[in-house]
């Protein structure tokens, strides 16, 4: 079936240490988003992407970074976690087709940093 | 960044009642606006949206309103039931950034039997 898949979906790390949460989508989607959310909370939206090898930086001031190498993987990187990092984190994807349409999203990454 | 200001944070009705959700929104550039619903635990799910050349849409007990040169839309769920309660997101597309949404903070419906 088609549909975004984040993984893990859970994670505890200790301080310092470097994380890679994964999204990919099988719905053959130009367009890739990344998005902070604590729980029930805003959206805020952390990095996005066009399509290969475009990433830009979005509204929230983020430590992440991120990469596009193939269309469906749009994984999202952070080099040295701190407490501060703690919440979720959903992927989303949409179309190029039109010049706007929906967000779809993953699953979510929950990340707790100790 | 461009604001999406959303109200009532809470809101709650009795099952069969109206729920209504506000929205406005300051980029004018702005051409999609759609409504996410997001259930605990889960991720956010689209269950309307509205583009600027049309001032209303309806999908069963579902419609949303939009004019344009107020800058705000509103979310109309009509006959709630209990399983209608969890948190509702309005967007607003952002110019130049990759048609991604701008986001309003939520508001958690919870409708009583």
């Known amino acids: 079936e088609a549909d975004i898949y984040q993984t893990p979906r859970y994670l505890v790390i200790g301080t310092g240490k470097k994380i890679t949460l994964e999204c990919s989508q099988t719905?053959?989607?130009?367009?890739m988003y990344w998005y902070q959310q604590d729980p029930g909370m805003e959206l805020h939206l952390i990095h996005y992407s066009y399509g290969v090898n475009s990433t830009e930086k979005g509204d929230l001031s983020s430590e992440s970074t991120v990469s596009r190498i193939r269309t469906e993987h749009f994984p999202l990187t952070l080099e040295s976690a701190r407490p501060s990092h703690t919440s979720q984190y959903l992927c989303a994807s949409s179309d190029l087709a039109g010049l706007d349409s929906p967000l779809h999203f993953g699953n979510g990454t929950r990340l707790t940093v100790t | 960044g461009e604001n999406v200001e959303q109200h009532p944070s809470t809101l709650s009705v009795q099952e069969g009642d109206s729920a209504v959700i506000k929205c406005t929104y300051s980029d004018s550039a702005s051409n999609y606006f759609p409504w996410y619903k997001q259930e605990l635990g889960k991720r956010p799910q689209l269950i309307i949206d509205?583009?600027?050349?049309?001032g209303e849409k309806k999908d069963q007990r579902i419609a949303v309103t939009l004019n344009k040169t107020a800058k705000h839309f509103s979310l109309h769920i009509t006959e709630t039931q209990p399983e209608d309660s969890a948190v509702y997101f309005c967007?607003?597309?952002?110019?130049?950034?990759?048609?991604?949404?701008?986001f309003g903070k939520g508001t958690s419906l919870l409708v009583t039997p």
């Open positions: 719905m053959g989607h130009d367009k």
């Open positions: 509205i583009r600027s050349n049309v």
């Open positions: 967007a607003a597309s952002i110019r130049n950034s990759g048609y991604a949404l701008n």
